[in-house]
């Protein structure tokens, strides 16, 4: 961090043109690659170059006050300052006062301190964290003062577990310092949204005239450059512009503010920080010895499988990331990583690995190293994954504890566990396969919900066409039909969906179309004509159609298909009291009715296709 005074560089007088600070954290675990400090390294509460310090604050009517102060007299107070997402805070209170001492650090913006309740504790060196949270598990934020400093403050305001402010008197300078952590880039546009308004609330309690801090993990990206933002923003930003980073620089510009770490020039190691993340997949678990046995028994040509173990034989490779790549180091266990052959290699070894062990579908599913077992009870659950675990790990590979799960679907049979090798397997209420969410109550809610997010981060990331008022509206919602909303139907066309629910999709899919097109719904524009100028047609219309056409081509398999086994399988017993659950076939059979077609029209697929359409 870097010490602002008048006059130190011409980065620091561009610097104090600004009018107040605002910090901001670019991405994930950003700033400082030791401290993760983003956001004002230091602030001079004497006053702005020059003899006249300019303040600029929004007042509440929306009109921005600017009022001139004459420049204070006396000794100068020089304030580090910075902010730094910890992930938690449980185990973390003595590095992180060790660390504010070491970087000489006055206060401290914390994030996701994960601690639930609303109390003031020191946390050793000096040093005490006022702090709020709701929740053990997640979210929390807070501020590391000095010890000095504590009884410079005045108030402590806890708006949630992602903002909150503290007020301190320094030297007759009244200092207000926020902390924020904005929701993440999947999260939902709603809970951003409130995100933002709280912090707005909080920027208009403040009085004019007063100084504002903003220590923050705004999870976004301003972007490198300043074109059309230089009033708010230098040009040392990090990679390019998103959403999230649009909404920082609209709240600096609503607010008068600056997002003061893009004013200096840093390495880009300083600025970013990275953490690894556990990249061991089964690919990398294949003994190559194994391999060449499983490609012979497979019936493949012996100058193929010389061929393979000629590109593997003294193999070498590099990993690559921002800031450069690794010296090469040899690769001697595994397949290829990026190579096109490997699925395919893969394919075979788990295809020999699995033919003792391997029943029919459904009640083995298998793509690629996802594997879903499925029988009648608790017992043969067990039975069934011993079975798999003794033929894999014979064969060098190994069966992952920590993301193997087992859900029930009975409530009878839900007070048992699963055991593998003595270790209790996890038990849920729903898990993904193939990108889609099953739940053990049948339901299709959650699958939905994340629907809606596939969709908010397809037009994401074509925001930039999408909301570019000189791209024509045709053209913006061919964008839409090709990339958005494709992410929001995949996989419905097998659920049954409830008319909410279809409704759920439906209001997101407008607020993107409005989104787009520049409007809101207190222009009071109706829904068709939104439609009809982007040349989007009603989602359900398209959600009927797609369903319509998976049924058909069901329909027009042989009997042993497994998903005409499924759409003909009755269970036994009886179902529970009170309202039947909507089915599959209900939703087909209304679809039907509505277009007038019969389940014997399938049998023709260029008839059935004109029908649905």
Known sequence: MERVRQG?????????????????????????????????????????????????????????????????????????????????????????????????????????????????????????????????????????????????????????????????????????????????VGCEL??????????????????????????????????EGNTGDEEVMGKFGVKERNLEGQMVVDFAKRMDMAVVNTYFQKREEHRVTYKSADLEKAYDRVPREELWYCMR?????????????????????????????????????????????????????????SEEVRQESPWTMMFADDIVICSESREQVEENLERWRFALERRGMKVSRSKTEYMCVNEREGSGTVRLQGEEVKKVQEFQYLGSTVQSNGECGKEVKKRVQAGWNGWRKVWGV?????????????????????????????????????????????????????VTRLDRIRNEYIRGTAHVGRLGDKVREDRLRWFGHVQRRESEYIGRRMLDMELPGRRQRGRPKRRYMDGINEDMKLVGASVEDAEDRDEKREMIR
């Open 190 to 223: 709603e809970e951003k949204e409130r995100f933002w308004s709280e912090l707005d609330e909080v920027m208009e309690s403040i009085p004019t005239g007063e100084r504002v801090v903003i220590g923050a993990d705004f999870n976004g990206h301003v972007g």
């Open 8 to 184: 130190d560089s011409e980065a620091v007088r561009e610097y104090n043109k600004e009018r107040v600070r605002l910090g901001e954290c670019e991405a994930g675990r950003e700033g400082d690659s030791e401290t993760g400090a983003s956001g004002i390294d230091a602030v001079d509460l004497q006053g702005a170059s020059g003899n006249w310090a300019t303040v600029g604050r929004r007042s509440r009517g929306g009109r921005r006050v600017h009022r001139q102060r004459e420049k204070r007299k006396g000794k100068s107070v020089g304030l580090r300052i910075g902010t730094l997402n910890v992930g938690t805070m449980t185990g973390k209170g003595r590095e992180l006062a060790d660390m504010m001492e070491r970087r000489k650090v006055d206060i401290l913006c914390v994030q996701e301190t994960r601690w639930k309740g609303s109390k003031a504790r020191s946390i050793g060196a000096g040093f005490k964290l006022f702090y709020y949270g709701v929740d053990s598990k997640r979210n929390g934020v807070g501020v590391v003062l000095k010890e000095e400093f504590v009884r410079n403050v005045l108030e402590v305001k806890r708006v949630s577990d992602r903002v909150m402010s503290l007020k301190l008197e320094i030297e007759g300078v009244m200092l207000n310092v926020v902390s924020g952590y904005a929701p993440q």
């Open 297 to 353: 028994k497979s019936g493949v040509a012996e100058k193929y499988v010389r061929v393979v173990q000629d590109m593997y034989e003294r193999s070498r490779t590099v990993v690559r990331c921002a800031v450069g790549q690794t010296e090469e180091f040899n690769v001697e266990v595994g397949l290829h990583q990026g190579s096109a052959l490997s699925p395919f290699l893969f394919a075979i070894v788990m295809d020999q690995l």
């Open 466 to 518: 999408l909301c570019d008022r000189k791209i024509s509206a045709r053209i913006k919602g061919k964008v839409y039909r090709t990339v958005v909303r494709p992410a929001m139907l995949y996989g419905l066309e097998t659920v049954s969906l409830r008319k909410r629910q279809e409704s759920e999709l439906e209001v997101a899919e407008l607020k993107m179309l409005r989104f787009s097109l520049g």
